[in-house]
Protein backbone atom coordinates (compact mmCIF):
# COMPACT_ATOMS: atom_id res chain seq x y z
CA UNK A 1 0.00 0.00 0.00
CA UNK A 2 1.08 3.41 -0.94
CA UNK A 3 0.50 5.50 2.26
CA UNK A 4 1.25 8.72 0.37
CA UNK A 5 -1.95 7.72 -2.09
CA UNK A 6 -4.43 6.42 0.22
CA UNK A 7 -8.04 7.46 -0.29
CA UNK A 8 -10.84 7.95 2.08
CA UNK A 9 -13.37 5.46 1.45
CA UNK A 10 -16.82 6.46 2.77
CA UNK A 11 -18.53 3.44 4.41
CA UNK A 12 -22.02 5.27 5.38
CA UNK A 13 -25.00 5.21 4.10
CA UNK A 14 -25.84 8.13 1.46
CA UNK A 15 -28.43 9.18 3.62
CA UNK A 16 -26.28 9.47 6.98
CA UNK A 17 -23.60 11.32 5.01
CA UNK A 18 -26.22 13.78 3.92
CA UNK A 19 -26.79 14.30 7.20
CA UNK A 20 -23.57 15.00 8.60
CA UNK A 21 -23.25 17.32 5.99
CA UNK A 22 -25.81 19.30 7.37
CA UNK A 23 -24.52 19.07 11.20
CA UNK A 24 -21.40 19.24 10.35
CA UNK A 25 -19.53 23.13 10.68
CA UNK A 26 -15.80 23.33 10.42
CA UNK A 27 -13.66 26.96 10.80
CA UNK A 28 -13.09 29.68 9.45
CA UNK A 29 -10.81 29.22 6.07
CA UNK A 30 -8.80 31.39 3.56
CA UNK A 31 -10.43 32.27 0.57
CA UNK A 32 -8.49 30.73 -1.62
CA UNK A 33 -8.11 27.44 -0.01
CA UNK A 34 -9.83 23.98 -1.96
CA UNK A 35 -10.51 21.10 0.50
CA UNK A 36 -9.92 18.84 -2.25
CA UNK A 37 -6.86 19.55 -2.28
CA UNK A 38 -5.21 18.47 0.16
CA UNK A 39 -5.04 15.29 2.89
CA UNK A 40 -3.30 16.10 5.89
CA UNK A 41 -1.88 14.02 8.02
CA UNK A 42 1.69 14.27 10.59
CA UNK A 43 4.71 12.69 10.62
CA UNK A 44 6.40 12.13 14.33
CA UNK A 45 10.05 11.54 14.39
CA UNK A 46 10.51 9.24 16.78
CA UNK A 47 14.44 9.64 17.11
CA UNK A 48 14.25 12.87 17.29
CA UNK A 49 11.83 13.93 19.64
CA UNK A 50 13.79 15.04 23.37
CA UNK A 51 10.76 14.75 26.07
CA UNK A 52 10.57 18.88 25.92
CA UNK A 53 6.98 19.05 26.54
CA UNK A 54 6.82 22.70 24.08
CA UNK A 55 4.38 20.31 21.95
CA UNK A 56 2.02 20.04 24.69
CA UNK A 57 2.14 23.31 26.25
CA UNK A 58 1.98 25.15 22.97
CA UNK A 59 -0.91 22.96 22.21
CA UNK A 60 -2.68 23.71 25.43
CA UNK A 61 -2.33 27.36 24.51
CA UNK A 62 -3.31 27.12 21.51
CA UNK A 63 -6.32 25.60 21.82
CA UNK A 64 -7.40 26.82 25.20
CA UNK A 65 -7.14 23.13 26.70
CA UNK A 66 -8.62 22.18 30.24
CA UNK A 67 -5.88 21.52 32.87
CA UNK A 68 -5.19 17.74 33.31
CA UNK A 69 -6.63 17.09 29.98
CA UNK A 70 -4.80 16.83 26.59
CA UNK A 71 -5.37 16.86 22.81
CA UNK A 72 -1.48 16.11 22.08
CA UNK A 73 0.85 14.35 24.84
CA UNK A 74 3.98 12.75 25.28
CA UNK A 75 5.61 9.14 27.11
CA UNK A 76 8.94 7.93 28.18
CA UNK A 77 9.86 4.76 27.59
CA UNK A 78 11.84 2.82 30.36
CA UNK A 79 13.50 -0.24 28.67
CA UNK A 80 15.80 -2.76 30.99
CA UNK A 81 16.95 -5.70 30.11
CA UNK A 82 14.38 -7.32 32.51
CA UNK A 83 11.08 -5.75 30.94
CA UNK A 84 12.37 -5.49 27.00
CA UNK A 85 8.67 -6.27 25.76
CA UNK A 86 7.05 -4.36 28.28
CA UNK A 87 8.50 -1.46 29.50
CA UNK A 88 7.68 0.94 31.79
CA UNK A 89 6.05 4.48 30.48
CA UNK A 90 5.29 7.67 32.15
CA UNK A 91 3.70 10.73 31.14
CA UNK A 92 3.86 12.89 34.09
CA UNK A 93 1.01 15.79 33.23
CA UNK A 94 1.20 14.78 29.52
CA UNK A 95 5.18 15.18 29.39
CA UNK A 96 3.86 19.27 29.76
CA UNK A 97 7.20 19.90 31.74
CA UNK A 98 9.21 17.49 30.68
CA UNK A 99 10.72 14.27 32.50
CA UNK A 100 12.51 12.94 35.61
CA UNK A 101 15.72 11.94 35.36
CA UNK A 102 16.09 8.34 34.31
CA UNK A 103 17.00 5.70 36.40
CA UNK A 104 20.17 4.22 35.28
CA UNK A 105 19.24 0.75 34.50
CA UNK A 106 18.02 1.89 31.57
CA UNK A 107 18.91 0.05 28.47
CA UNK A 108 17.17 2.60 26.52
CA UNK A 109 14.71 4.99 26.76
CA UNK A 110 12.86 7.05 24.45
CA UNK A 111 10.19 9.40 23.81
CA UNK A 112 6.98 9.41 21.79
CA UNK A 113 4.71 11.88 21.02
CA UNK A 114 1.05 10.90 21.22
CA UNK A 115 -2.36 12.70 19.14
CA UNK A 116 -5.30 11.83 17.23
CA UNK A 117 -4.40 10.03 14.29
CA UNK A 118 -7.33 11.77 12.23
CA UNK A 119 -7.94 7.98 10.38
CA UNK A 120 -9.13 7.84 7.27
CA UNK A 121 -11.85 4.88 8.79
CA UNK A 122 -12.02 6.38 12.19
CA UNK A 123 -14.34 4.33 14.66
CA UNK A 124 -15.08 7.66 16.38
CA UNK A 125 -17.42 8.71 13.31
CA UNK A 126 -18.94 5.11 12.51
CA UNK A 127 -20.36 5.15 16.60
CA UNK A 128 -21.73 8.63 17.15
CA UNK A 129 -25.31 8.55 16.90
CA UNK A 130 -25.54 11.98 15.57
CA UNK A 131 -22.95 12.76 13.10
CA UNK A 132 -21.15 15.31 14.84
CA UNK A 133 -17.86 13.75 14.52
CA UNK A 134 -16.73 13.65 11.12
CA UNK A 135 -13.65 13.40 9.12
CA UNK A 136 -13.65 16.54 6.27
CA UNK A 137 -12.72 16.59 3.00
CA UNK A 138 -9.36 17.04 3.27
CA UNK A 139 -8.77 14.40 6.16
CA UNK A 140 -9.60 15.84 9.48
CA UNK A 141 -11.42 14.52 11.83
CA UNK A 142 -13.49 17.00 13.84
CA UNK A 143 -15.88 17.71 16.51
CA UNK A 144 -18.94 19.70 15.50
CA UNK A 145 -19.87 20.38 19.30
CA UNK A 146 -22.84 22.36 18.86
CA UNK A 147 -24.10 18.92 18.00
CA UNK A 148 -22.38 16.46 20.23
CA UNK A 149 -24.63 14.64 23.28
CA UNK A 150 -21.59 14.02 25.35
CA UNK A 151 -22.29 10.38 25.08
CA UNK A 152 -18.86 9.65 24.89
CA UNK A 153 -19.26 7.09 22.34
CA UNK A 154 -16.70 8.28 20.77
CA UNK A 155 -14.10 8.18 23.90
CA UNK A 156 -14.72 4.43 24.08
CA UNK A 157 -14.42 3.97 20.49
CA UNK A 158 -11.19 5.20 20.11
CA UNK A 159 -8.24 2.85 20.32
CA UNK A 160 -5.65 5.51 20.65
CA UNK A 161 -7.19 7.18 24.06
CA UNK A 162 -7.11 10.68 22.14
CA UNK A 163 -10.74 11.84 23.09
CA UNK A 164 -11.96 12.99 26.39
CA UNK A 165 -15.03 14.86 27.20
CA UNK A 166 -14.68 18.40 28.07
CA UNK A 167 -15.19 19.16 31.86
CA UNK A 168 -17.23 22.36 31.49
CA UNK A 169 -18.29 22.10 28.10
CA UNK A 170 -19.73 18.08 28.33
CA UNK A 171 -18.91 17.36 24.79
CA UNK A 172 -16.11 15.20 23.22
CA UNK A 173 -13.06 17.12 22.74
CA UNK A 174 -9.32 16.01 20.75
CA UNK A 175 -7.05 17.49 18.36
CA UNK A 176 -8.20 18.93 15.02
CA UNK A 177 -4.88 19.48 13.90
CA UNK A 178 -5.34 22.96 14.38
CA UNK A 179 -8.00 23.40 11.61
CA UNK A 180 -7.96 27.12 12.20
CA UNK A 181 -3.87 27.14 11.09
CA UNK A 182 -3.58 24.36 8.85
CA UNK A 183 -6.52 25.59 6.44
CA UNK A 184 -4.79 29.47 6.88
CA UNK A 185 -1.09 27.87 5.34
CA UNK A 186 -0.09 27.91 9.06
CA UNK A 187 1.51 24.44 10.58
CA UNK A 188 -0.03 23.35 13.58
CA UNK A 189 0.90 24.67 17.30
CA UNK A 190 3.20 21.13 18.21
CA UNK A 191 4.78 21.06 15.36
CA UNK A 192 6.07 25.22 14.80
CA UNK A 193 6.81 24.72 18.47
CA UNK A 194 9.35 21.82 17.87
CA UNK A 195 12.85 22.53 18.74
CA UNK A 196 14.09 19.60 16.82
CA UNK A 197 11.52 19.25 13.88
CA UNK A 198 10.23 15.86 15.57
CA UNK A 199 6.45 16.69 14.28
CA UNK A 200 6.18 17.44 11.04
CA UNK A 201 2.25 18.34 9.59
CA UNK A 202 2.65 16.94 5.95
CA UNK A 203 -0.06 17.17 2.74
CA UNK A 204 -0.01 13.50 0.80
CA UNK A 205 -1.85 15.30 -1.53
CA UNK A 206 0.90 17.88 -2.76
CA UNK A 207 3.28 16.10 -4.38
CA UNK A 208 6.30 18.57 -3.63
CA UNK A 209 5.87 18.07 -0.03
CA UNK A 210 9.08 16.33 1.55
CA UNK A 211 6.92 13.43 3.07
CA UNK A 212 6.81 11.34 -0.73
CA UNK A 213 10.65 11.17 -0.39
CA UNK A 214 10.44 10.66 3.24
CA UNK A 215 8.85 7.15 2.70
CA UNK A 216 10.82 6.13 0.08
CA UNK A 217 14.00 6.30 2.34
CA UNK A 218 12.45 5.45 6.12
CA UNK A 219 10.58 3.01 7.40
CA UNK A 220 7.17 4.35 8.13
CA UNK A 221 4.81 2.91 10.67
CA UNK A 222 1.51 3.65 12.24
CA UNK A 223 0.47 2.64 15.78
CA UNK A 224 -2.29 -0.45 16.20
CA UNK A 225 -1.71 -1.37 12.29
CA UNK A 226 -3.60 -4.29 13.23
CA UNK A 227 -7.02 -2.08 13.76
CA UNK A 228 -7.01 -0.65 10.45
CA UNK A 229 -8.38 2.51 10.78
CA UNK A 230 -6.62 4.13 8.22
CA UNK A 231 -4.14 6.36 10.56
CA UNK A 232 -2.27 9.37 9.13
CA UNK A 233 0.06 9.88 12.25
CA UNK A 234 3.19 8.25 10.51
CA UNK A 235 6.02 7.04 12.75
CA UNK A 236 9.77 7.00 11.77
CA UNK A 237 12.07 4.89 14.31
CA UNK A 238 8.92 3.19 16.43
CA UNK A 239 10.06 0.58 18.70
CA UNK A 240 8.51 -2.61 18.66
CA UNK A 241 7.18 -1.94 22.04
CA UNK A 242 5.30 0.72 22.14
CA UNK A 243 1.59 0.24 22.48
Not at 116 to 142: I, K, M, R
Not at 189 to 211: F, H, W, Y
Request: proline share 7%; charged share 20%; net charge neutral.
Amino acid sequence: MNLSRRHFLVLMPAAAIAWKAVLAGTPEQAENYNKSDHWWGMLIDVPKCIGCGNCVRACAAENDVPDGYFRTWVERYHVTDENMTNPEVISPDGGKEGFPVAKEDAEKYFFVPKMCNHCSDSPCTQVCPVGATFVTPDGVVLIDQKYCLGCAYCVQACPYGCRYIHPEKKVADKCTLCYHRITKGLTTACAENCPTGARQLVDLKNPKDPIHEFLKTHSVQVLKPQMATGAKAFYNGLDGSVR
